[in-house]
């Protein structure tokens, strides 16, 4: 039978998707629902003194209008939203209700909740309520939260959340920078950004007539760990809550958070005995769904004479936004074990301060923590290049951990041990595909000929850290859950097999790539194979989607599971075919007894008789089906090499992004086809950071560009034609050798295309820009101007 994993094949999910059948939760419609319209603050910090209803509830289909304090003493919560992610002990979390008491601390909190029969009833009624607000001094950026001029929640003295350091061996690190031959400093800005997912967020809570149980459809990202969360936030048991994620357009970590709008329509129906739902608007987005980034860094780095690094210093201050999400602290601290990156660096710093701002909070988005690291130390190491006097191509290779050179579990100096690596081919096979050598070539013909529009070539070599696990390695860090992932296998009488995956897929391809691993073990066909997902109900066990993990944790477990259904019916056919167990062999879907042809016996044969169990060996229980729960021993490092090729218009600042090269290294495939998908979608979230996208804040606290008119997300029309290619370095982490690769085109994009921008404007003598490189900023960059 030919192999199935490891060849391109069409997502199985596609047809539904692309044909309407596929059901959002938008789509999904309940007899007597009501439509929550939320009543938002105007202001990023104010104090409530008065909040008047009786205008919203005296409108036609209006069920009722709830504010802060009303909800709370009608007992719908017995805990704040959650913080999974307690960063230190002495961390400061202010309490964050899924409505404001008596103080709003960012534009779009939600202050009362208006209950009617129509979508557009309750959004009418919720401009009927009367809300007298005291405007409070708001804290609308990082420097603002350091001055501590004023602070973001009157209850607290001070802005400050956290101190996190990482510095394995201060002493090394301070010797590192004191004999070193260069230094490079670089501070740089992650401004904040709007997550954009196809499908907006949205709810739906349908009580059971009798019982107390409630049935949450949600475009989540995390439904298990949704259960877990909302049954600690209100005491209603676990046993009575079924999350379902059914199609979700997209995540990227904006939904993967305890959003008020839940815990809101959960605890409403059930209070209510009707359903109760909510979807967000786009321009609500803004303020209602989590940002991603924030980030002030400073990356210092200390070399010999040869350009060879011996020291790495950074800190970060990290805007925290209003409150702390599910993991909001931990996000930067996801990233502060890359930032020497794929290099050897003897001795290492990281120390970041968390602060609180009256702004819209931050949590997750594509990469959480590693885009933000890798730009940092990529960044660096063009300055790096610059200072020595190489190229930054060979910057990066006197640098590589192992010279290069492929490894296995490496130790660096941020206590990780990197699975595997082998760096110099993955640069080459960059250089090679992207015509470095005549690039450069053309990048000084323009030179010479003081062409307007002149060319800069940026490399990014990353590598990142996904497969969140092991679950031990996460306590270590105060995280809040494990990282293990669950999966069953199971016959079923006519041949055919179920996967329960505990994995949650929202555009991913998870019902592709499960099939295909089950396909090729088991040796069926991949359209015999059905994937169960995304309902508590029928999965009742699992972690989740996000950072990476659902391939390198999930999919090993389903592969995990069919060795174990192998086992087992190797017991039944050695017993029925009268043999050893260890004289059979498996192969395409067939039990056959070494040196004996034409003894055989098919897998689905087996499983039938499993399922009659009219002949098994004693003592065995009936049915062909197997679980798994799977913990890592490490973390998977995936890599690769991303050249950009940036062409920018002195005369007006424009820049275009006119080819992109990215070779990446994930290990082995699962499918090829999917993988450069994934890739292709990252590079264009990342080049967006670098390019087109920025939330951005007056002084007030109100965002300026909350809508799509304002906020630009690129589309096909502004990206080149994407070129990818792959190296193949197996993980020691599991045994299908796979790495991540959904986050992998965003780690490495931001900073490839601003190392280009820098390197077109080096003869002005432009060393950074911040992102997003606008027109503007590149042309005050060019003309002496601030950047």
């Not at 998707?17 to 419609?29: A, F, H, N, R």
């Not at 290492?348 to 009256?358: K, L, P």
């Not at 290049?385 to 290069?404: C, F, K, Q, S, T």
């Not at 798994?628 to 992004?657: C, K, Q, R, S, Y």
């Amino acid at each position: 039978m030919t192999a199935v994993v490891g060849t391109p094949r069409l997502r199985k999910e596609d047809p539904k998707l692309l044909t309407g059948e596929g059901k959002y939760v938008d789509d999904i419609q309940v007899a007597g629902q009501l439509w929550m319209g939320m009543v938002r603050s105007p202001y990023a910090h104010a104090r409530i003194n008065s909040i008047d209803t009786s205008a919203a509830e005296a409108a036609d289909g209006v069920a009722g209008v709830y504010t802060g304090p009303q909800l709370a003493e009608m007992g719908l919560w017995i805990a704040p939203l959650p913080c999974a992610w307690p960063v230190t002990d002495d961390m400061v979390n202010p309490e964050h209700y899924p409505t404001a008491m008596d103080e709003v601390h960012h534009v779009g909190e939600i202050v009362a909740v208006v209950l009617a029969d129509s979508r557009y009833g309750a959004a009418d009624a919720a401009e009927l309520v009367d809300v007298d607000y005291e405007p409070l001094d708001a804290v609308a950026s990082i420097a603002a939260a350091r001055d501590g001029s004023a602070t973001a929640h009157s209850a607290h003295e001070t802005n400050k959340a956290y101190h996190w350091p990482l510095i394995p061996d201060p002493d090394a690190l301070e010797a590192a920078f004191a004999n070193a031959t260069h230094t490079v400093t670089g501070e740089f800005v992650q401004q904040r950004l709007i997550p954009a997912a196809m499908e907006p967020r949205g709810v739906l809570a349908v009580p059971s007539p009798m019982g107390g149980d409630v049935t949450l459809y949600s475009s989540t990202q995390v439904p298990h760990i949704l259960k877990v969360m909302i049954a600690a936030t209100t005491g209603i048991s676990e046993a009575k809550l079924r999350i379902v994620a059914p199609a979700v357009g997209g995540g990227f970590g904006a939904k993967l958070n305890v959003n008020p709008d839940e815990i809101l329509a959960v605890t409403l129906a059930n209070k209510l005995g009707r359903a109760v739902r909510w979807t967000e608007t786009r321009s609500e987005a803004a303020f209602s769904t989590h940002q991603g980034r924030g980030q002030l860094q400073k990356i210092e780095l200390a070399a010999d004479a040869d350009g060879k690094i011996t020291g790495c210093r950074v800190h970060v201050d990290a805007d925290m936004g209003a409150y702390m999400m599910l993991i909001t602290p931990g996000v930067p601290l996801l990233g502060s074990f890359l930032y020497t990156g794929v290099y050897d660096v003897p001795a290492f710093g990281f120390t970041c301060d968390g602060y609180f701002t009256n702004l819209t909070p931050t949590d997750a988005y594509r990469g959480a923590g590693r885009p933000e690291a890798s730009y940092a130390i990529e960044r660096a190491m063009d300055l790096l290049a610059l200072e020595v006097g190489v190229g930054p191509d060979e910057i990066r290779r006197r640098n590589y951990l192992g010279g290069g050179d492929h490894f296995t579990d490496m130790e660096t100096a941020s206590t990780l041990v990197f699975d595997s690596g082998h760096y110099s081919p993955n640069l080459d096979a960059a250089l090679e595909m992207s015509d470095y050598a005549g690039l450069r070539a053309e990048q000084q013909r323009r030179r010479d000929a003081g062409d307007a529009k002149q060319l800069g070539i940026g490399l990014c070599t990353y590598v990142e850290i996904c497969g969140l696990a092991p679950s031990r390695a996460l306590a270590g860090l105060n995280y809040g859950a494990g990282g293990w992932e669950h999966a069953m296998v199971r016959f079923l009488p006519t041949g055919k097999v179920e996967v329960v995956s505990g994995s949650t897929p929202h555009g991913q391809g998870h019902e592709t790539s499960w099939s295909m691993i089950v396909a090729d073990k088991l040796g069926i066909d991949p359209d015999d194979v059905t994937v169960l997902h995304s309902d508590t109900a029928i999965s009742p066990l699992g972690l989740d989607t996000y950072g990476s993990r659902s391939l390198s944790v999930g999919g090993v477990a389903i592969s995990m599971a069919c060795d174990k259904v192998i086992d087992k019916a190797k017991q039944i056919a050695a017993h029925q075919m009268e043999a050893n167990p260890d004289d059979l062999d498996f192969a395409g879907g067939t039990f056959s007894v070494k040196g004996q042809p034409g003894a055989e016996l098919p897998i689905q044969a087996i499983a039938f008789g499993a399922f009659t169990a009219h002949d098994l060996p004693d003592g065995m229980e009936p049915n062909l089906q197997e679980q798994v729960t799977f913990d890592p021993p490490n973390f998977a490092f995936p890599f690769g090499t991303h050249v950009a090729v940036t062409e920018v218009d002195t005369e007006t600042g424009e820049v275009e992004l006119i080819d992109y090269i990215a070779i990446d290294d994930c290990g082995n495939q699962i499918n090829p086809l999917i993988v450069e998908g994934q890739v292709h979608g990252g590079i264009v979230q990342g080049v967006a950071q670098a390019l087109y996208e920025g939330a951005s804040y007056d002084d007030a606290g109100n965002c300026r560009n909350p809508s799509l008119m304002d906020y630009l997300v690129p589309s096909a029309m502004e990206m080149p034609n994407i070129k990818t290619g792959f190296t193949t370095t197996p993980s020691t982490s599991n045994p299908l050798g796979v790495k991540g690769v959904g986050e992998a085109g965003t780690i490495g994009s931001a900073a490839a295309v601003v190392n280009a921008i820098c390197d077109a404007l080096s003869p002005y003598g432009v060393t950074d820009l911040e992102m997003p490189a606008t027109p503007q900023r590149v042309w005050n960059a060019i003309n002496g101007g601030a950047s």
